[in-house]
RNA sequence: GCGGAAGUGGCGGAACUGGCAGACGCGCCGGAUUUAGGAUCCGGUGGGGUGACCCGUGGGGGUUCGAGUCCCCCCUUUCGCACCA
């Protein structure tokens, strides 16, 4: 007969009971430890899936876990609920963005409460809020004001279709997603952080952050891309005034050996030359065309040789001028210096277009002379003046320096990193808080003028430039400086504005003064544990590092990183592919918790592997954590007749054999468990950890008659649920409640390991001959070597091995391992 | 091309600083109970010999009394960046 499911009623007995209880809440400032756990906020997209369960069940576990062992835990939720999406789902299906978004929200937040988390549902909040997003204006008016914000042309992805500016995402091979236009690229005003001003020092802490996996630190050092060189200014005489080149190089010790310089054919040089030469012309036409007709796609190494030359200022040579493609306009001056023998590009184009090849470097170990490419290792510097004889590294000190005397150039560090553009010409973002007045120009909105909020009735098409820019009513507004009639800026900022500092805003949802109370930071920051997954490594996780700098400088905060650990989590995949809905192979978790529980879902995802990894949802291996509730469930009611009313072992207990190895177990579990959520945060080996003890419980559960052996099952069953409560949490509540207990486990403290029980008193000895094991043997702790020693050899299998030997050493470990060396003898 | 990470049973994965390889679970095999089972329980389960022996952590070398773990070379998979001067 089938037993109706345990888990509905018992789940939503629990949920009930915290939601009534507010049994999350947390106080505004903790007295005492604290530990703020947070995940990455959601997108309400729908629905959740299986990638936020698993996120979600780990920090939830975290959480679970700290508060148990007595801290204030700050683990919060919200929504990102600004961005592209809900504009697509606005015109597919012709719902507002805010209805779409709230409706979604609502959705979501039901099956977050089914999973069991424990967040302060009392701090949440969407970022579409204008009473959010007002401080993204705040901000953004502060930075403002320390020169943090500036205005600049930038190229954008412009459908001619549309007549709108395109997100990267929205280009398919070229293409507009929607109409099917081919893309242009167009210069257009755009907002912009200076991010780079703190370029240095996001990459210099970086060594300080000892919390986060080194892959993260490691994706943001190449973002950010610090080279360090030397800029040289060449000149081409020809161009008169404008002539003046300055090239960045980190070889400048090569420099005896360009026997070209090429500019980008976005140069401004290019241009110049251009005016005088067709052929030039000709070139940047079409490298200019191919690049906008195919953005970011590898350029062909094609060039043009200008009819102008270029002096080197080292050598006073005069050196061919080229136009070439593989020369980018956006790193570093838009000018190279060509050393073909010692850079593989230049060595491919020199080839090519004919240009001479000088060895200046030679290598220090002649043996990897070899090859006919470029040499492009350290080595010693040759034919190049007073500079010859010196290895690569002095003479790029020595040639910088010769540069910066010569007044020809001198250190130069450049960045891959850019400044942060946060225009975005969407409806669905905070409004860029800026009114453009035709006798003022570009004013900032007063602070008490903020919220600038969202016009509510604005028709969203996709088409036609900026959906904002249609609003009229909202347009028009008095200049904040001469009152006359100006208008309003429709840029809206990109969202990753919101996502840079909402943990802050947690601490202080209803703030109407401020963003948050500084003192409320200073009490619960830096953030303990941060997970989400690691396509957040670069954008996300550096912006919210800069903020919290900016706010920092602001007086705000008073620490440098929001973050101490961070936790990025693997893909939940199926079938080896990743979820999607094109595939088919989407796992609903409400159909999932319908079917076996939230604790059971939950179990699974962090039973399965460890967080970081990638993990692969199977339906089959869901019965293995399934199965395991299951055997709890039943134990109680297998043992009804005395477990309630035994009590726990006390002092005047004496345990021997079976209930001491159970006590045993059941105290280096609590360790392991301990260590394994506190120091590692590796759910999978907790539990696997947990299921062993149980399975000692189940061993030890038929013949516990004794008092002895009752007390001691009791002890071991109480731990089980106690530690698996932050992964299971409803049903070790509902079976704690069973076993007689009235505080629940939420607020029962984390079970102490007595390290005297755990300590096992007689240990395994491994015997080894020749580093092969040959024998075991269990022999009271703490003996010494020569104990040891003599032990090992009276080992059956160990004699047998050693027969005929001559032992020429023995290495012992105190309590662990024997291991013979031994040789036959010599013979006669 | 450059840079990183990872390769352990049929499968997911364990193995703290070098010291019992394969914990825990899935699957599979055998048995019990059952009208039935995609339920439950018991036993087994790296490979080969099937006697107390040999081989096994992608491949090859090395260091060490001892290597999944450390070093070198190679192979495979995977993720970043992709003319960054």
Redesign the pocket.
């Known amino acids: 007969?089938?037993r109706p499911p345990f888990h509905p009623v018992v789940e939503q007995k629990w949920q009930d009971r915290w939601e009534r209880e507010h049994a999350f809440r947390t106080p505004d400032l903790p007295d005492g430890p604290r530990y703020y756990c947070l995940e990455m906020l959601p997108y309400p997209s729908g629905r959740i899936h299986m990638g936020h369960v698993r996120n979600y069940s780990i920090g939830d576990v975290v959480a679970r876990f700290h508060r148990r062992r007595g801290s204030a835990v700050m683990h919060p939720i919200g929504w990102d609920a600004l961005g592209l999406p809900a504009e697509n789902a606005a015109l597919a299906n012709e719902v507002h963005p805010a209805e779409w978004t709230k409706d979604n929200i609502a959705h979501m937040r039901r099956q977050l409460r089914r999973l069991g988390l424990s967040y302060d549902w009392d701090r949440e909040f969407a970022t579409c809020d204008p009473e959010y997003y007002r401080w993204n204006q705040w901000f953004f008016l502060r930075m403002r004001e320390r020169g943090l914000v500036y205005r600049a042309s930038r190229a954008v992805n412009w459908c001619p279709g549309c007549e709108t500016v395109l997100a990267n995402e929205q280009v398919e091979a070229g293409g507009c997603w929607r109409c099917e236009s081919e893309v242009e690229s167009r210069e257009l005003p755009q907002w912009f952080f200076r991010i780079t001003k703190y370029a240095d020092e996001l990459l210099d802490a970086m060594e300080g952050m000892t919390g986060w996996p080194?892959?993260v630190l490691?994706?943001q050092r190449?973002?950010i891309?610090k080279?360090e060189?030397a800029e040289v200014r060449f000149r081409i005489p020809a161009l008169g005034d404008d002539g003046e080149i300055p090239v960045?190089?980190?070889?400048v010790d090569t420099i005896h050996g360009a026997t070209a310089l090429v500019l980008?054919p976005g140069h401004p040089a290019s241009a110049r030359i251009a005016e005088e030469d067709g052929e030039v012309r000709d070139y940047i036409a079409r490298a200019l065309a191919a690049a906008s007709a195919a953005p970011?796609a590898?350029?062909?190494?094609t060039g043009v040789r200008a009819g102008v030359a270029a002096v080197n200022p080292f050598t006073g040579e005069d050196i061919p001028v080229f136009v070439a493609?593989?020369?980018?306009?956006?790193?570093?001056?838009?000018?190279?210096?060509c050393?073909p023998a010692h850079?593989?590009?230049?060595h491919?184009f020199a080839v090519r277009y004919d240009i001479p090849i000088r060895q200046v470097v030679i290598p220090n170990d002649p043996a990897s002379a070899a090859g006919d490419g470029a040499f492009t290792d350290y080595g010693t510097v040759v034919d190049s003046g007073d500079f010859s004889g010196l290895p690569t590294e002095e003479a790029k000190e020595a040639m910088a320096r010769h540069a910066a005397e010569g007044g020809f150039g001198g250190p130069r560090t450049?960045w891959?990193f850019h400044d942060w553009g946060v225009s975005r010409q969407r409806y669905w973002g905070t409004p860029i808080p800026m009114v453009h007045c035709g006798d003022c120009g570009v004013v900032p909105v007063p602070d008490e003028d903020l919220p600038v909020e969202l016009p509510r009735d604005v028709e969203i098409t996709g088409k036609g430039g900026a959906a904002l820019a249609k609003c009229d009513a909202w347009m028009r507004v008095d200049c904040p400086a001469c009152g006359v009639r100006a208008r309003r800026e429709t840029d809206t900022m990109d969202t990753f504005v919101d996502s840079s500092w909402y943990f802050y805003r947690y601490l202080d949802p209803e703030n109407a003064e401020a963003p948050f109370d500084p003192e409320r930071a200073r009490a619960w920051f830096p953030i303990d544990l941060y997970i989400g997954g690691?396509?957040h490594a670069?954008l996300h996780l550096i912006y919210c590092r800069f903020w919290t700098r900016v706010m920092r400088d602001l007086g705000l905060c008073d620490h440098d990183e929001p973050v101490v650990r961070q936790l990025s989590q693997g893909m939940v995949i199926k079938d080896g592919a990743k979820m999607s809905k094109s595939k088919g192979n989407v796992v609903d978790p409400d159909a999932a918790i319908e079917e076996h529980g939230a604790d059971a879902i939950r179990l699974y995802v962090l039973?399965?592997?460890?967080p970081e990894?990638?993990?692969?949802w199977?339906d089959?291996?869901l019965?293995?954590?399934a199965?395991?509730l299951?055997?709890l469930e039943?134990v109680i009611p297998a043992a009804a007749s005395w477990l309630p009313e035994t009590p726990l072992p006390d002092e005047e207990d004496v345990f021997r054999g079976p209930d001491l190895g159970l006590r045993r177990k059941t105290h280096q579990t609590i360790r392991r468990v301990t260590h394994d959520l506190g120091e590692r945060i590796?759910p999978?080996?907790a539990?696997?950890a947990i299921?062993?003890l149980w399975?000692a419980v189940?061993?030890r559960l038929p013949d516990a008659g004794s008092r002895s052996a009752r007390r001691a099952v009791r002890e071991a069953v109480e731990t089980v649920l106690s530690l698996l409560n932050p992964m299971a949490p409803h049903l070790t509540e509902e079976l704690w409640e069973r076993l007689g207990r009235e505080t629940p486990l939420l607020d029962f403290p984390w079970p102490e390991c007595d390290e005297e029980l755990a300590r096992e008193e007689t240990v395994?000895i491994?015997v080894?001959v020749?580093?092969?094991?040959?024998g075991?043997l269990q022999a009271s702790r703490g003996l010494d070597r020569d104990e040891l020693v003599a032990l090992a050899r009276e080992n059956?299998?160990v004699a047998?091995?050693l027969d005929g030997l001559t032992v020429s050493?023995v290495?012992t470990?105190p309590d662990?391992?024997v291991?013979f060396?031994a040789r036959k003898p010599a013979r006669g």
């Open positions: 007969m089938k080194r892959k490691l994706l190449n973002w891309g080279s060189g960045f190089t980190t070889r980008a970011g590898p350029a062909g190494k493609d593989y020369v980018l306009m956006d790193y570093g001056t838009g000018a190279v210096m050393v850079d593989d590009r230049d491919e450049e891959r690691v396509e670069i039973f399965e592997a460890p990894k990638e993990m692969d199977t089959a291996r019965q293995g954590p199965r395991f299951k055997r039943r590796h999978n080996t539990i696997a299921m062993e399975n189940l061993a395994l491994v080894q020749n580093g092969k094991l040959r075991r059956r299998g047998r091995h050493r290495v470990v662990r391992l291991n060396v």
